[in-house]
C-alpha cells in the first residue's frame, strides 16, 4: 500500500480512511514512486512516464 500524502511531510499523526488515503501498488510500482524525493511521484506521474517510454 502507498500513502498518497507522504508520511514524512506529515506534520503529526492523524487516522488514515484506506478508501482515500491509500493506493495499493505491486512491489515494482511502489519502489518507482519513490524513486524521487522527498515528494514520491504520484501514480499518474509514474504512468505518464512509464508510457512516453
Not at 500524502?5 to 519502489?31: K, M
Not at 514520491?40 to 505518464?48: A, K, Q, S
Request: proline letters at 17%; hydrophobic letters at 30%.
Amino acid at each position: 500500500m502507498h500513502h498518497l500524502q507522504p508520511l514524512s511531510l506529515v506534520g503529526e499523526p492523524r487516522p488514515y480512511d484506506p478508501a482515500t488515503d491509500l493506493i495499493p501498488l505491486c512491489p515494482n510500482c511502489h519502489r518507482a514512486v519513490h524513486t524521487r524525493r522527498p515528494v514520491p511521484w504520484t501514480p499518474e506521474e509514474l504512468r505518464g512516464k512509464l508510457s512516453s517510454d
